[in-house]
């Protein structure tokens, strides 16, 4: 059965942009009969408890999702195996360049819109032995470019290059651990910040090489600071606790998200159930929501 999910980073509290997003990809998934997904990624900096508030501010607001929260953390061996699938094929090659190598790389001339130019694409193997730190591991890719179907974007045409399959420390890379991911759990939808909209043909890409299917993608307007800037938590009362704090409830805030999506009128107060009857993916701002706090 088709899905869709929301997959926060539990490295903090969600501000209300995220409450924001995951609400849209809520209403998406709900409002087309696809179930609703939860992934926690997790393969990078975890903060202790944000996992839990994360979700409970989630429920907070009226979200639900199906089957239990899965982990990236946990699946190791499904990217374990992707890896191994492209590497059989040819389709991968160790990469020795610190941060700074790969930075001025990307902004020598040669590189296209700083892309990574293949610094390590074709190391002999004296020259692989003669490399004193451990490497990460890239993919080997043979186009240059790969378009996506958007919602809201309609055709993106993006640039691939040979990005980084696991890390340095051999942990899955983000682009590699949310393709075998989203493939795995049968996820055909997903709904995110339109500041990813650049990761998506990388993403499509390796999804073929994977014979994975490409999911129909929607990347949605961000929330952005009185300076324009993606909202922070640095911002002031950003949080479901900030709001608490000057005495607004969580239906006051999915009240407030509701309105910057013209989801409903100035005096409305809703349920996240109420949203679906009514919900058009086409009426949606396509403009940035300004929070001033």
């Known amino acids: 059965m088709s899905a869709?999910?929301?997959?926060?980073?539990?490295?903090?509290?969600?501000?209300?942009?995220?409450?924001?997003?995951?609400?849209?990809?809520?209403?998406?998934?709900?409002?087309?009969?696809?179930?609703?997904?939860?992934r926690?990624?997790?393969?990078?900096?975890?903060?202790?408890?944000?996992?839990?508030?994360?979700?409970?501010?989630?429920?907070?607001?009226?979200?639900?999702?199906?089957?239990?929260?899965?982990?990236?953390?946990?699946?190791?061996?499904?990217y374990d195996d992707a890896i191994?699938?492209?590497?059989?094929a040819g389709m991968t090659y160790e990469c020795f360049c610190t941060r700074r190598?790969?930075?001025?790389?990307?902004?020598?001339?040669?590189?296209?819109?700083?892309?990574?130019?293949?610094?390590?694409?074709?190391?002999?193997?004296?020259?692989?032995?003669?490399?004193?730190?451990?490497?990460?591991l890239r993919l080997r890719?043979?186009?240059?470019?790969?378009s996506v179907d958007d919602v809201l974007h309609?055709?993106?045409?993006?640039?691939?290059?040979?990005?980084?399959?696991?890390?340095?420390?051999?942990?899955?890379?983000?682009?590699l651990a949310v393709v075998v991911d989203d493939g795995e759990q049968g996820i055909d939808q997903v709904i995110r910040g339109d500041d990813l909209l650049t990761s998506a043909p990388r993403q499509a890409y390796l999804a073929s090489l994977l014979e994975l299917p490409t999911p129909t993608y929607a990347h949605v307007p961000l929330a952005l600071n009185a300076q324009g800037k993606r909202l922070a938590k640095r911002d002031g009362a950003v949080t479901l606790e900030d709001q608490a704090a000057m005495g607004l409830g969580p239906h006051d805030v999915l009240d407030l998200l509701a309105r910057s999506l013209e989801l409903v009128g100035p005096n409305d107060h809703v349920t996240a159930k109420d949203l679906l009857?009514?919900?058009d993916?086409?009426?949606?701002?396509?403009?940035?929501w300004i929070f001033e706090t």
Not at 5 to 28: E, K
Not at 106 to 113: F, G, K, L, R, T
Not at 281 to 288: F, I, N, Q, S, Y
Request: aromatic share 8%; glycine share 8%; with cysteine.
């Open 4 to 38: 869709g999910r929301f997959a926060p980073s539990p490295s903090g509290d969600l501000h209300l942009g995220n409450l924001r997003t995951a609400l849209l990809a809520w209403l998406f998934a709900r409002s087309s009969g696809r179930r609703f997904l939860m």
């Open 40 to 78: 926690v990624e997790d393969l990078d900096r975890v903060r202790e408890g944000a996992e839990a508030r994360q979700l409970a501010d989630l429920q907070a607001i009226g979200l639900d999702w199906d089957g239990p929260v899965t982990r990236q953390s946990q699946r190791t061996a499904l």
């Open 84 to 88: 191994a699938r492209l590497t059989a």
């Open 101 to 136: 190598e790969i930075l001025e790389a990307a902004s020598a001339p040669h590189a296209p819109d700083g892309a990574y130019p293949g610094t390590c694409r074709n190391l002999s193997a004296e020259e692989k032995a003669s490399k004193t730190r451990p490497p990460a």
């Open 141 to 146: 890719a043979d186009v240059t470019d790969f």
């Open 154 to 175: 309609g055709r993106f045409h993006g640039q691939v290059d040979d990005f980084v399959l696991r890390r340095v420390d051999g942990v899955a890379a983000y682009n």
């Open 277 to 279: 009857s009514n919900f």
């Open 281 to 288: 993916p086409a009426r949606l701002p396509t403009t940035p």
